[in-house]
Protein backbone atom coordinates (compact mmCIF):
# COMPACT_ATOMS: atom_id res chain seq x y z
CA UNK A 1 0.00 0.00 0.00
CA UNK A 2 1.15 3.28 -0.84
CA UNK A 3 2.30 5.88 1.66
CA UNK A 4 1.45 8.76 -0.06
CA UNK A 5 -0.49 11.07 1.94
CA UNK A 6 0.40 9.37 5.35
CA UNK A 7 2.15 11.71 7.39
CA UNK A 8 5.53 10.04 9.14
CA UNK A 9 4.72 11.62 12.70
CA UNK A 10 1.08 9.78 12.69
CA UNK A 11 2.42 6.21 11.51
CA UNK A 12 5.32 6.84 14.31
CA UNK A 13 2.48 7.47 16.65
CA UNK A 14 -0.01 4.74 15.44
CA UNK A 15 2.58 2.26 15.53
CA UNK A 16 3.74 2.91 19.05
CA UNK A 17 0.83 2.89 20.44
CA UNK A 18 0.09 -0.45 19.40
CA UNK A 19 3.10 -1.35 21.66
CA UNK A 20 2.49 0.34 24.37
CA UNK A 21 -1.02 -0.75 25.04
CA UNK A 22 0.62 -4.40 24.93
CA UNK A 23 3.37 -3.25 27.18
CA UNK A 24 0.40 -2.00 29.33
CA UNK A 25 -1.77 -5.11 29.13
CA UNK A 26 1.42 -6.72 30.85
CA UNK A 27 1.26 -4.27 33.76
CA UNK A 28 -2.32 -4.80 34.06
CA UNK A 29 -1.94 -8.69 34.91
CA UNK A 30 1.47 -8.13 36.89
CA UNK A 31 -0.05 -6.08 38.90
CA UNK A 32 -3.78 -7.63 39.33
CA UNK A 33 -2.89 -11.30 39.62
CA UNK A 34 -1.79 -12.93 42.58
CA UNK A 35 0.04 -16.22 41.87
CA UNK A 36 3.52 -16.50 42.13
CA UNK A 37 3.89 -17.97 38.86
CA UNK A 38 2.17 -14.50 37.14
CA UNK A 39 2.85 -11.77 39.58
CA UNK A 40 6.45 -12.56 40.27
CA UNK A 41 7.98 -14.42 37.57
CA UNK A 42 5.96 -12.89 35.08
CA UNK A 43 5.01 -15.81 32.78
CA UNK A 44 3.15 -13.66 30.55
CA UNK A 45 2.54 -12.98 27.04
CA UNK A 46 -0.04 -10.29 24.95
CA UNK A 47 -0.41 -8.85 21.72
CA UNK A 48 -2.75 -7.77 18.89
CA UNK A 49 -3.61 -8.99 15.64
CA UNK A 50 -5.98 -8.17 13.32
CA UNK A 51 -9.47 -9.01 12.43
CA UNK A 52 -8.33 -11.82 10.18
CA UNK A 53 -5.31 -12.80 12.60
CA UNK A 54 -2.96 -11.11 10.87
CA UNK A 55 -0.02 -9.92 13.39
CA UNK A 56 0.04 -6.58 14.38
CA UNK A 57 1.93 -6.10 17.87
CA UNK A 58 3.83 -8.36 19.72
CA UNK A 59 6.70 -6.69 21.49
CA UNK A 60 6.90 -8.55 24.88
CA UNK A 61 6.11 -11.88 26.16
CA UNK A 62 7.44 -15.92 25.94
CA UNK A 63 7.73 -16.75 21.92
CA UNK A 64 5.82 -20.06 22.22
CA UNK A 65 3.11 -18.54 24.05
CA UNK A 66 2.06 -15.33 21.67
CA UNK A 67 3.95 -15.38 18.50
CA UNK A 68 2.19 -18.21 16.70
CA UNK A 69 -1.25 -16.44 18.70
CA UNK A 70 -2.53 -16.08 14.98
CA UNK A 71 -2.92 -19.86 14.37
CA UNK A 72 -5.51 -19.47 17.90
CA UNK A 73 -7.42 -16.65 16.40
CA UNK A 74 -8.02 -17.94 13.22
CA UNK A 75 -9.23 -21.39 14.67
CA UNK A 76 -11.66 -19.13 16.72
CA UNK A 77 -12.90 -17.23 14.15
CA UNK A 78 -13.28 -20.55 12.22
CA UNK A 79 -14.92 -22.55 14.59
CA UNK A 80 -17.74 -19.67 15.36
CA UNK A 81 -17.84 -17.85 12.35
CA UNK A 82 -20.30 -15.65 12.24
CA UNK A 83 -21.08 -15.90 16.09
CA UNK A 84 -18.89 -13.61 17.38
CA UNK A 85 -19.97 -10.19 18.43
CA UNK A 86 -18.48 -7.33 20.85
CA UNK A 87 -17.99 -8.34 24.42
CA UNK A 88 -16.82 -11.53 23.66
CA UNK A 89 -13.81 -13.34 25.40
CA UNK A 90 -12.98 -17.06 24.30
CA UNK A 91 -10.57 -19.09 26.27
CA UNK A 92 -8.34 -21.39 25.43
CA UNK A 93 -5.65 -23.56 26.63
CA UNK A 94 -6.10 -26.75 24.71
CA UNK A 95 -3.11 -27.41 22.21
CA UNK A 96 -4.41 -29.04 19.41
CA UNK A 97 -8.00 -27.48 19.30
CA UNK A 98 -6.57 -23.73 20.30
CA UNK A 99 -3.40 -24.07 19.91
CA UNK A 100 -1.87 -23.08 23.04
CA UNK A 101 1.65 -24.42 23.66
CA UNK A 102 0.48 -26.85 26.98
CA UNK A 103 -2.68 -26.96 29.24
CA UNK A 104 -0.89 -24.24 31.89
CA UNK A 105 -1.13 -21.41 29.72
CA UNK A 106 -4.44 -20.39 29.49
CA UNK A 107 -5.26 -17.56 26.57
CA UNK A 108 -7.83 -14.95 26.87
CA UNK A 109 -8.84 -13.79 23.33
CA UNK A 110 -11.15 -10.69 22.69
CA UNK A 111 -12.38 -9.13 19.24
CA UNK A 112 -12.34 -5.61 19.13
CA UNK A 113 -15.12 -4.31 17.17
CA UNK A 114 -15.92 -0.35 15.82
CA UNK A 115 -18.92 0.12 14.70
CA UNK A 116 -19.90 -3.16 14.49
CA UNK A 117 -17.03 -4.49 12.33
CA UNK A 118 -14.32 -6.78 13.69
CA UNK A 119 -11.34 -4.46 13.60
CA UNK A 120 -8.85 -6.44 16.12
CA UNK A 121 -8.11 -9.59 18.04
CA UNK A 122 -6.02 -9.67 21.50
CA UNK A 123 -4.64 -11.96 24.11
CA UNK A 124 -3.45 -11.51 27.34
CA UNK A 125 -2.23 -15.46 28.26
CA UNK A 126 -0.07 -16.79 31.30
CA UNK A 127 0.89 -19.87 33.31
CA UNK A 128 -1.61 -20.41 35.78
CA UNK A 129 -0.73 -22.23 39.25
CA UNK A 130 -2.87 -25.49 38.24
CA UNK A 131 -5.16 -27.11 35.24
CA UNK A 132 -6.50 -29.90 37.37
CA UNK A 133 -3.36 -32.47 36.08
CA UNK A 134 -2.47 -35.80 37.68
CA UNK A 135 0.04 -33.81 39.88
CA UNK A 136 -0.17 -30.56 40.87
CA UNK A 137 1.20 -27.43 39.30
CA UNK A 138 1.15 -30.12 35.63
CA UNK A 139 4.78 -30.48 35.12
CA UNK A 140 4.29 -34.41 35.37
CA UNK A 141 6.50 -35.76 32.93
CA UNK A 142 5.23 -39.32 32.92
CA UNK A 143 1.34 -38.72 31.56
CA UNK A 144 -0.78 -41.39 30.22
CA UNK A 145 -1.72 -39.03 27.39
CA UNK A 146 -2.66 -35.27 26.99
CA UNK A 147 -5.78 -35.52 28.97
CA UNK A 148 -3.47 -36.08 32.68
CA UNK A 149 -2.37 -32.62 32.07
CA UNK A 150 -5.56 -30.83 32.93
CA UNK A 151 -8.93 -29.90 31.80
CA UNK A 152 -8.14 -29.09 28.23
CA UNK A 153 -10.22 -25.49 26.84
CA UNK A 154 -10.53 -25.62 22.99
CA UNK A 155 -10.93 -21.84 22.71
CA UNK A 156 -14.67 -21.46 24.21
CA UNK A 157 -16.91 -18.17 24.64
CA UNK A 158 -16.28 -17.66 29.12
CA UNK A 159 -17.97 -14.01 28.21
CA UNK A 160 -20.89 -13.56 25.62
CA UNK A 161 -21.76 -9.77 24.40
CA UNK A 162 -20.12 -8.21 27.81
CA UNK A 163 -22.02 -11.28 30.12
CA UNK A 164 -20.29 -13.66 31.78
CA UNK A 165 -21.44 -17.31 30.76
CA UNK A 166 -21.56 -18.82 34.09
CA UNK A 167 -21.88 -22.28 33.53
CA UNK A 168 -19.11 -22.63 31.50
CA UNK A 169 -16.64 -20.92 34.05
CA UNK A 170 -18.37 -22.45 37.29
CA UNK A 171 -17.11 -26.02 35.48
CA UNK A 172 -13.68 -24.63 34.58
CA UNK A 173 -12.97 -23.54 38.77
CA UNK A 174 -14.47 -26.90 39.54
CA UNK A 175 -11.64 -29.04 37.42
CA UNK A 176 -9.07 -27.16 38.89
CA UNK A 177 -6.96 -27.03 42.69
CA UNK A 178 -6.31 -23.60 44.00
CA UNK A 179 -8.99 -22.57 42.10
CA UNK A 180 -9.61 -19.04 43.66
CA UNK A 181 -6.17 -18.38 42.86
CA UNK A 182 -6.94 -19.09 39.65
CA UNK A 183 -10.03 -17.43 38.99
CA UNK A 184 -8.46 -13.99 40.44
CA UNK A 185 -5.77 -14.53 37.72
CA UNK A 186 -7.97 -15.50 34.69
CA UNK A 187 -10.06 -12.15 35.48
CA UNK A 188 -6.25 -10.36 35.60
CA UNK A 189 -5.50 -11.68 32.02
CA UNK A 190 -9.70 -10.58 31.04
CA UNK A 191 -9.45 -6.93 32.39
CA UNK A 192 -6.18 -6.36 30.47
CA UNK A 193 -8.19 -7.58 26.99
CA UNK A 194 -10.45 -4.78 27.96
CA UNK A 195 -7.98 -2.24 28.59
CA UNK A 196 -6.58 -3.19 25.12
CA UNK A 197 -9.74 -2.53 23.43
CA UNK A 198 -10.62 0.91 25.37
CA UNK A 199 -6.65 1.73 24.18
CA UNK A 200 -7.33 0.57 20.82
CA UNK A 201 -11.15 2.19 20.60
CA UNK A 202 -9.47 5.34 21.55
CA UNK A 203 -6.52 5.13 18.50
CA UNK A 204 -9.38 4.92 16.16
CA UNK A 205 -11.08 7.66 17.06
CA UNK A 206 -8.42 9.91 17.67
CA UNK A 207 -7.01 9.01 13.66
CA UNK A 208 -9.42 7.12 12.13
CA UNK A 209 -10.26 3.19 11.20
CA UNK A 210 -8.69 3.52 7.94
CA UNK A 211 -5.62 5.72 8.71
CA UNK A 212 -4.87 3.06 11.96
CA UNK A 213 -5.19 0.25 9.59
CA UNK A 214 -3.29 2.14 6.57
CA UNK A 215 -0.53 2.54 8.62
CA UNK A 216 -0.28 -1.52 10.12
CA UNK A 217 -0.53 -2.10 6.61
CA UNK A 218 2.16 0.35 5.85
CA UNK A 219 4.79 -1.40 9.01
CA UNK A 220 3.68 -4.86 7.89
CA UNK A 221 5.37 -4.33 4.78
CA UNK A 222 8.08 -2.12 5.99
CA UNK A 223 9.20 -4.66 8.33
CA UNK A 224 8.69 -7.48 5.42
CA UNK A 225 11.14 -5.52 3.48
CA UNK A 226 13.29 -4.82 6.34
CA UNK A 227 13.84 -8.28 7.03
CA UNK A 228 14.12 -9.58 3.40
CA UNK A 229 16.94 -6.96 3.40
CA UNK A 230 18.54 -9.12 5.86
CA UNK A 231 18.13 -11.98 4.89
CA UNK A 232 19.15 -11.18 1.43
CA UNK A 233 22.99 -10.63 2.81
CA UNK A 234 23.16 -13.92 4.43
CA UNK A 235 24.92 -16.64 2.17
CA UNK A 236 22.73 -18.43 0.07
CA UNK A 237 22.93 -22.24 1.62
CA UNK A 238 22.26 -24.96 3.92
CA UNK A 239 22.98 -24.91 7.54
CA UNK A 240 22.29 -27.29 10.32
CA UNK A 241 21.80 -27.31 14.09
CA UNK A 242 20.75 -29.93 16.83
CA UNK A 243 20.01 -29.86 19.99
CA UNK A 244 18.60 -32.93 22.54
CA UNK A 245 16.93 -33.20 25.59
CA UNK A 246 17.88 -35.82 28.31
CA UNK A 247 14.96 -37.81 27.91
CA UNK A 248 10.79 -37.72 27.14
CA UNK A 249 10.18 -38.62 31.24
CA UNK A 250 8.50 -41.95 29.94
CA UNK A 251 11.60 -43.64 28.81
CA UNK A 252 14.03 -42.51 31.21
CA UNK A 253 18.00 -41.61 30.13
CA UNK A 254 17.16 -41.74 26.20
CA UNK A 255 17.81 -38.19 24.71
CA UNK A 256 15.35 -36.91 22.36
CA UNK A 257 16.41 -34.51 19.37
CA UNK A 258 15.32 -31.94 17.71
CA UNK A 259 17.09 -31.70 13.88
CA UNK A 260 16.86 -28.22 11.64
CA UNK A 261 18.42 -27.52 8.40
CA UNK A 262 17.93 -23.69 7.72
CA UNK A 263 17.88 -23.06 4.17
CA UNK A 264 18.97 -19.41 2.77
CA UNK A 265 17.71 -18.86 -0.62
CA UNK A 266 17.86 -14.98 -1.59
CA UNK A 267 15.49 -13.41 0.31
CA UNK A 268 13.67 -16.42 2.04
CA UNK A 269 14.21 -18.51 5.01
CA UNK A 270 13.09 -21.41 5.34
CA UNK A 271 13.69 -23.71 8.99
CA UNK A 272 13.12 -27.69 8.50
CA UNK A 273 12.56 -30.02 11.04
CA UNK A 274 11.66 -32.84 9.44
CA UNK A 275 14.63 -35.10 10.72
CA UNK A 276 13.80 -34.55 14.11
CA UNK A 277 12.68 -37.83 16.85
CA UNK A 278 9.30 -38.80 16.17
CA UNK A 279 6.99 -37.73 18.66
CA UNK A 280 7.60 -39.53 22.11
CA UNK A 281 5.36 -40.77 24.86
CA UNK A 282 6.10 -38.69 27.19
CA UNK A 283 5.03 -35.31 27.86
CA UNK A 284 8.31 -32.92 25.42
CA UNK A 285 6.26 -33.19 22.31
CA UNK A 286 4.70 -29.79 20.79
CA UNK A 287 2.60 -28.53 18.43
CA UNK A 288 3.13 -27.09 14.73
CA UNK A 289 2.25 -23.90 16.39
CA UNK A 290 4.20 -24.03 19.33
CA UNK A 291 7.24 -24.97 17.13
CA UNK A 292 6.73 -22.49 14.25
CA UNK A 293 6.50 -19.95 17.42
CA UNK A 294 10.36 -20.67 18.68
CA UNK A 295 11.66 -21.34 15.14
CA UNK A 296 10.52 -17.75 14.09
CA UNK A 297 11.96 -16.20 17.87
CA UNK A 298 15.21 -17.74 17.21
CA UNK A 299 15.80 -17.10 13.46
CA UNK A 300 15.22 -13.39 14.27
CA UNK A 301 17.59 -13.25 16.87
CA UNK A 302 20.38 -13.25 13.93
CA UNK A 303 18.53 -9.89 11.96
CA UNK A 304 19.49 -6.23 12.33
CA UNK A 305 18.81 -5.82 15.74
CA UNK A 306 17.03 -2.34 14.71
CA UNK A 307 14.02 -4.49 14.35
CA UNK A 308 13.65 -5.54 17.86
CA UNK A 309 10.58 -4.01 18.37
CA UNK A 310 9.10 -4.19 14.40
CA UNK A 311 8.75 -7.98 13.88
CA UNK A 312 4.53 -8.54 12.62
CA UNK A 313 3.16 -10.72 10.41
CA UNK A 314 5.34 -9.01 7.62
CA UNK A 315 8.64 -11.06 9.58
CA UNK A 316 6.59 -13.98 9.17
CA UNK A 317 5.88 -13.79 5.26
CA UNK A 318 9.66 -14.13 4.78
CA UNK A 319 9.88 -17.21 7.09
CA UNK A 320 9.35 -20.77 6.51
CA UNK A 321 8.31 -23.30 9.09
CA UNK A 322 8.39 -26.89 8.15
CA UNK A 323 7.26 -29.56 10.74
CA UNK A 324 5.93 -32.69 9.62
CA UNK A 325 3.02 -34.74 11.50
CA UNK A 326 4.45 -36.84 13.87
CA UNK A 327 7.71 -35.46 14.97
CA UNK A 328 8.32 -34.71 18.55
CA UNK A 329 7.97 -30.62 16.44
CA UNK A 330 4.57 -31.27 15.84
CA UNK A 331 2.50 -34.36 17.50
CA UNK A 332 -0.61 -35.94 16.78
CA UNK A 333 -3.20 -36.28 19.16
CA UNK A 334 -3.19 -37.86 22.08
CA UNK A 335 0.30 -37.03 22.37
CA UNK A 336 0.77 -35.04 25.98
CA UNK A 337 2.60 -31.31 25.01
CA UNK A 338 3.00 -30.55 29.05
CA UNK A 339 6.97 -29.81 28.67
CA UNK A 340 6.44 -28.52 24.95
CA UNK A 341 7.88 -25.06 26.59
CA UNK A 342 11.05 -26.02 28.62
CA UNK A 343 12.29 -28.96 25.93
CA UNK A 344 11.43 -28.88 22.54
CA UNK A 345 10.66 -25.32 22.79
CA UNK A 346 14.11 -24.87 24.56
CA UNK A 347 15.71 -27.87 22.01
CA UNK A 348 13.67 -25.87 18.73
CA UNK A 349 15.81 -22.36 19.61
CA UNK A 350 19.12 -24.31 20.34
CA UNK A 351 19.14 -25.58 17.05
CA UNK A 352 18.05 -22.98 15.11
CA UNK A 353 20.98 -20.69 16.81
CA UNK A 354 23.38 -23.38 16.28
CA UNK A 355 22.39 -23.33 12.49
CA UNK A 356 21.63 -19.41 12.16
CA UNK A 357 25.31 -19.05 13.91
CA UNK A 358 26.74 -20.79 11.15
CA UNK A 359 25.00 -18.71 8.30
CA UNK A 360 26.02 -15.45 10.28
CA UNK A 361 29.20 -16.14 12.35
CA UNK A 362 28.90 -12.06 13.19
CA UNK A 363 26.10 -12.89 15.24
CA UNK A 364 27.08 -15.83 16.32
CA UNK A 365 25.39 -16.90 19.25
CA UNK A 366 25.70 -19.70 22.07
CA UNK A 367 23.38 -21.60 23.94
CA UNK A 368 21.50 -20.42 27.03
CA UNK A 369 21.47 -22.64 30.40
CA UNK A 370 19.25 -25.30 30.18
CA UNK A 371 16.00 -24.74 32.24
CA UNK A 372 16.52 -26.92 35.74
CA UNK A 373 13.10 -26.17 37.86
CA UNK A 374 11.23 -28.44 39.78
CA UNK A 375 7.87 -27.89 41.38
CA UNK A 376 7.34 -28.78 44.86
CA UNK A 377 3.67 -29.47 46.14
CA UNK A 378 2.00 -30.14 50.23
CA UNK A 379 -0.10 -28.44 52.70
CA UNK A 380 1.53 -25.14 54.10
CA UNK A 381 1.59 -25.47 57.62
CA UNK A 382 0.47 -21.60 57.82
CA UNK A 383 -2.83 -21.53 56.00
CA UNK A 384 -3.65 -25.37 56.03
CA UNK A 385 -3.85 -25.21 52.67
CA UNK A 386 -2.26 -26.55 49.40
CA UNK A 387 0.76 -24.81 48.00
CA UNK A 388 2.47 -25.31 44.69
CA UNK A 389 6.28 -23.98 44.66
CA UNK A 390 7.53 -23.74 41.22
CA UNK A 391 11.27 -23.54 41.10
CA UNK A 392 13.30 -21.33 38.45
CA UNK A 393 15.72 -19.61 40.97
CA UNK A 394 19.15 -21.92 40.11
CA UNK A 395 19.34 -21.86 36.42
CA UNK A 396 22.47 -20.00 34.68
CA UNK A 397 22.62 -17.16 32.27
CA UNK A 398 22.67 -16.44 28.91
CA UNK A 399 24.98 -17.65 26.28
CA UNK A 400 27.68 -15.35 24.27
CA UNK A 401 27.10 -13.69 21.39
CA UNK A 402 29.90 -12.60 19.24
CA UNK A 403 31.42 -9.70 20.72
CA UNK A 404 29.99 -9.95 24.10
CA UNK A 405 29.44 -12.35 27.49
CA UNK A 406 26.45 -13.95 28.27
CA UNK A 407 24.22 -11.99 30.45
CA UNK A 408 24.00 -12.91 34.36
CA UNK A 409 21.15 -14.48 35.58
CA UNK A 410 18.31 -14.96 32.97
CA UNK A 411 16.42 -17.50 32.55
CA UNK A 412 15.97 -19.85 30.53
CA UNK A 413 16.36 -19.01 26.05
CA UNK A 414 13.34 -20.07 25.09
CA UNK A 415 11.87 -17.29 27.42
CA UNK A 416 14.46 -14.80 25.73
CA UNK A 417 14.42 -13.62 29.57
CA UNK A 418 11.28 -12.36 29.66
CA UNK A 419 10.74 -14.75 33.00
CA UNK A 420 11.80 -12.89 35.99
CA UNK A 421 14.33 -13.97 38.93
CA UNK A 422 12.26 -14.89 42.21
CA UNK A 423 12.98 -12.91 45.05
CA UNK A 424 14.87 -14.96 47.57
CA UNK A 425 12.75 -13.04 50.65
CA UNK A 426 9.59 -13.17 48.84
CA UNK A 427 9.50 -17.13 48.59
CA UNK A 428 10.49 -17.40 52.34
CA UNK A 429 7.34 -15.21 52.53
CA UNK A 430 5.25 -16.92 50.50
CA UNK A 431 6.23 -20.48 50.70
CA UNK A 432 7.45 -22.85 53.98
CA UNK A 433 11.11 -22.88 52.73
CA UNK A 434 14.18 -21.06 53.78
CA UNK A 435 16.34 -20.10 51.59
CA UNK A 436 20.32 -21.52 52.63
CA UNK A 437 22.76 -19.98 49.50
CA UNK A 438 21.82 -18.40 46.27
CA UNK A 439 25.41 -17.46 44.14
CA UNK A 440 27.12 -17.75 41.29
CA UNK A 441 29.20 -21.02 41.12
CA UNK A 442 32.80 -20.46 40.00
CA UNK A 443 33.97 -22.23 36.10
CA UNK A 444 29.87 -22.98 35.33
CA UNK A 445 30.13 -20.43 31.94
CA UNK A 446 30.75 -22.36 28.90
CA UNK A 447 34.17 -21.27 28.21
CA UNK A 448 35.26 -18.93 25.23
CA UNK A 449 36.25 -15.93 23.82
CA UNK A 450 33.19 -14.68 25.22
CA UNK A 451 32.11 -17.05 27.48
CA UNK A 452 28.23 -17.87 28.92
CA UNK A 453 26.95 -16.10 31.94
CA UNK A 454 27.22 -18.16 35.13
CA UNK A 455 25.57 -20.93 36.09
CA UNK A 456 24.36 -20.82 40.55
CA UNK A 457 24.39 -22.71 43.57
CA UNK A 458 21.37 -22.98 45.59
CA UNK A 459 20.34 -24.93 48.55
CA UNK A 460 17.07 -24.50 50.58
CA UNK A 461 15.63 -25.99 53.44
CA UNK A 462 11.89 -27.30 53.86
CA UNK A 463 10.74 -25.69 57.17
CA UNK A 464 7.23 -27.02 56.87
CA UNK A 465 5.50 -30.80 56.28
CA UNK A 466 6.34 -33.82 54.14
CA UNK A 467 5.85 -32.71 50.62
CA UNK A 468 6.40 -34.41 46.79
CA UNK A 469 9.14 -32.61 44.67
CA UNK A 470 8.48 -33.73 40.78
CA UNK A 471 11.72 -32.33 39.05
CA UNK A 472 10.12 -32.38 35.44
CA UNK A 473 10.83 -28.87 34.63
CA UNK A 474 14.29 -29.53 34.08
CA UNK A 475 16.20 -30.64 31.58
CA UNK A 476 20.93 -30.56 31.45
CA UNK A 477 22.09 -33.50 33.03
CA UNK A 478 23.09 -35.38 30.45
CA UNK A 479 22.54 -33.12 27.10
CA UNK A 480 23.79 -29.40 26.55
CA UNK A 481 23.39 -26.38 24.75
CA UNK A 482 25.60 -25.58 22.37
CA UNK A 483 28.67 -23.72 22.31
CA UNK A 484 29.95 -21.87 19.10
CA UNK A 485 32.89 -21.10 16.55
CA UNK A 486 35.19 -23.07 19.10
CA UNK A 487 33.20 -22.05 22.24
CA UNK A 488 32.69 -24.70 24.69
CA UNK A 489 28.59 -26.07 25.34
CA UNK A 490 26.86 -25.10 28.70
CA UNK A 491 28.02 -27.16 31.85
CA UNK A 492 25.97 -29.83 33.24
CA UNK A 493 23.39 -29.29 36.03
CA UNK A 494 23.23 -31.09 39.57
CA UNK A 495 20.60 -31.52 42.19
CA UNK A 496 20.94 -33.26 45.66
CA UNK A 497 18.68 -33.81 48.35
CA UNK A 498 20.37 -33.64 51.59
CA UNK A 499 19.13 -35.79 54.31
CA UNK A 500 20.34 -36.58 58.05
CA UNK A 501 23.64 -36.07 56.29
CA UNK A 502 23.05 -38.42 53.48
CA UNK A 503 23.63 -36.74 49.77
CA UNK A 504 20.59 -38.18 47.23
CA UNK A 505 20.93 -37.27 43.91
CA UNK A 506 17.44 -35.75 42.13
CA UNK A 507 17.36 -36.58 38.91
CA UNK A 508 15.19 -34.84 36.16
CA UNK A 509 11.44 -36.23 35.38
CA UNK A 510 11.39 -38.10 38.92
CA UNK A 511 9.01 -38.01 41.59
CA UNK A 512 10.67 -37.43 45.11
CA UNK A 513 8.82 -37.50 48.35
CA UNK A 514 10.67 -34.99 50.76
CA UNK A 515 10.52 -34.83 54.83
CA UNK A 516 10.97 -31.79 56.86
CA UNK A 517 14.51 -30.69 56.95
CA UNK A 518 15.55 -32.07 53.83
CA UNK A 519 17.61 -29.72 51.86
CA UNK A 520 17.66 -29.39 48.32
CA UNK A 521 20.88 -28.25 46.46
CA UNK A 522 21.36 -27.53 43.16
CA UNK A 523 24.17 -26.81 41.12
CA UNK A 524 24.24 -26.07 37.62
CA UNK A 525 25.65 -24.82 34.45
CA UNK A 526 25.76 -21.48 32.59
CA UNK A 527 25.59 -20.23 28.88
CA UNK A 528 27.75 -21.37 26.25
CA UNK A 529 31.04 -19.32 24.99
CA UNK A 530 31.50 -18.13 21.38
CA UNK A 531 34.70 -18.54 19.82
CA UNK A 532 37.73 -20.62 21.25
CA UNK A 533 38.46 -19.69 24.99
CA UNK A 534 42.35 -19.22 24.26
CA UNK A 535 41.47 -16.03 22.08
CA UNK A 536 39.77 -14.68 25.17
CA UNK A 537 41.42 -11.06 26.53
CA UNK A 538 44.14 -12.09 29.43
CA UNK A 539 42.31 -9.42 31.20
CA UNK A 540 39.31 -10.06 30.99
CA UNK A 541 40.15 -13.97 32.16
CA UNK A 542 42.40 -12.28 35.36
CA UNK A 543 39.09 -9.87 35.90
CA UNK A 544 36.90 -13.23 35.96
CA UNK A 545 39.12 -14.77 38.30
CA UNK A 546 39.51 -11.75 41.32
CA UNK A 547 36.64 -9.15 40.43
CA UNK A 548 34.11 -11.44 39.12
CA UNK A 549 35.30 -14.38 41.23
CA UNK A 550 33.70 -16.83 38.26
CA UNK A 551 36.95 -18.47 37.13
CA UNK A 552 39.56 -20.09 39.45
CA UNK A 553 42.93 -20.00 38.38
CA UNK A 554 43.50 -23.87 37.14
CA UNK A 555 40.89 -22.98 34.97
CA UNK A 556 42.26 -19.96 34.00
CA UNK A 557 45.57 -22.16 32.75
CA UNK A 558 44.02 -25.04 31.88
CA UNK A 559 41.35 -23.19 29.40
CA UNK A 560 41.86 -19.95 28.82
CA UNK A 561 45.67 -20.67 28.51
CA UNK A 562 46.02 -17.37 30.93
CA UNK A 563 49.02 -17.80 33.54
CA UNK A 564 48.32 -15.89 36.82
CA UNK A 565 51.16 -16.03 39.64
CA UNK A 566 48.83 -16.51 42.81
CA UNK A 567 51.09 -14.50 44.82
CA UNK A 568 51.49 -11.77 43.23
CA UNK A 569 48.52 -11.96 41.28
CA UNK A 570 49.99 -10.88 37.76
CA UNK A 571 49.75 -12.16 34.44
CA UNK A 572 52.75 -14.00 33.61
CA UNK A 573 52.66 -12.82 30.14
CA UNK A 574 55.61 -14.72 28.65
CA UNK A 575 54.26 -18.23 30.16
CA UNK A 576 50.64 -16.99 28.65
CA UNK A 577 51.98 -16.28 25.20
CA UNK A 578 54.13 -19.79 25.22
CA UNK A 579 50.80 -21.76 26.43
CA UNK A 580 48.86 -20.15 23.63
CA UNK A 581 50.91 -20.40 21.15
CA UNK A 582 51.83 -24.18 21.84
CA UNK A 583 47.69 -24.94 21.24
CA UNK A 584 47.21 -22.13 18.38
CA UNK A 585 45.38 -23.76 15.82
CA UNK A 586 43.89 -26.72 18.01
CA UNK A 587 40.13 -26.65 17.32
Known sequence: MSTTGLDPITLSTVWHALQRTCREMRRVIERTSQSYLISQLKDISVGIWDGEGNTVAIPVGLPIQFVGGKFSVRYILNEYRDNVYPGDVFLANDPYNGYSCHAPDWGFFRPIFYRDKMAFWTLARAHVEDTGAAFPGAYFSDPYDIHSEGILIPGVKVIEKGKEVHDVLRLIWNNVRLSEGVRIDCYAMIAAT???????????????IDTVQHCISVMQERTERAVRACIEKMPDGTYYGESSTDDDGYEL?????VRCEVTVKGDHLTLDFSKSDKQRRGFVNCSYPSTYS???ASSILFLDPALAEYHNEGTMRAIEVIAPEGLVVNAKYPAPMGGAPVYMGVNIFEAVMMAMSEAVPNRAAAGWARRYGQYIYGIHPRTGGLYVFPGIHAEGGAGAVWGYDGYQGCASSASLG????PNTEDVEIKYPWKVVSREFRKDSSGAGRWRGGPGFHWEAVNVGGEVAMHTGAGQGETTFSHGTLGGKPTPPNQCYIRRDGEMIQAKVHRLYQLKAGDHIIKDTGGGGGVGRPEERDPQAVWDDVYINEMVTLETAREVYKVVIDPTTRQIDWD???SLRASTSGRK
Open 294 to 296: DAV
Open 253 to 257: DVPVT
Open 575 to 577: LTR
Open 418 to 421: QIAR
Open 194 to 208: KVAEQRLLELIEKYG
